[in-house]
């Protein structure tokens, strides 16, 4: 009696097969799908992520002045104008790369370029601009990296062009080379003005 219960392997594979196969193919599937997705992922520009702030007013903040400045930065010195705020620290090597530019920004006049120094020594960031220079009308020490986490700080250098009424009107991620400048950010500017 056992004997015509059993199964003959052919028969066993028969009945099995399609199971087995979806059991084989599944992993290879699934590999396939995460290699699709993050072969898109690495086609997009990391420095064109879309701001939530964008049309929106600058936070609310009061920051004192990095050492040995006098003038700090609060919500209410981006009204009026339009202006530029770049996010900096002194540990940001990107930040050393654009620093020129900035300190040029700032000679020709066309908007004024606020400071907004991100998590840093205070020794450092007051050293670093006596240093390199100072292109900032005023510069806001965010020491603990409380107000860029308002502002959707990713990392350091980020710029943000303010309009006159205090509102965000563009975000650049990144150091700022003088094509960003000239193809993108002054035009910006010199549409709001």
């Not at 084989?24 to 799908?33: A, D, R």
């Not at 086609?43 to 990095?66: A, N, W």
């Not at 990144?174 to 002054?186: F, Q, Y």
Request: aromatic share 6%; net charge neutral; glycine share 10%.
């Amino acid at each position: 009696m056992n004997e015509a219960l059993e199964v003959s392997p052919e028969a066993r594979r028969a009945r099995n097969g399609p199971k087995r196969n979806l059991k084989t193919l599944l992993p290879l599937v699934l590999f396939l799908g995460i290699a699709i997705i993050l072969g898109v992922g690495l086609t997009l520009d990391p420095r064109k992520v879309p701001s939530p702030l964008i049309g929106k007013s600058v936070p609310q903040f009061d920051l004192p002045p990095v050492q040995g400045r006098t003038a700090g930065l609060s919500t209410d010195n981006l009204k009026g104008a339009v202006s530029l705020v770049n996010v900096f620290a002194s540990w940001c090597t990107a930040c050393r790369q654009e620093h020129p530019l900035l300190i040029a920004l700032s000679q020709e006049g066309e908007v004024p370029i606020y400071g907004l120094n991100y998590k840093d020594e205070p020794q450092d960031a007051a050293d670093w601009l006596s240093a390199l220079g100072d292109p900032y009308t005023r510069t806001g020490a965010d020491i603990d990296g409380r107000v860029g986490i308002d502002w959707g700080v990713y990392g350091v250098p980020e710029t943000f062009v303010v309009d006159k009424e205090g509102r965000i009107a563009y975000k650049h991620i990144g150091p700022i080379s003088r094509k960003d400048w000239a193809e993108t950010i002054l035009p910006i500017i010199r549409q709001m003005q």
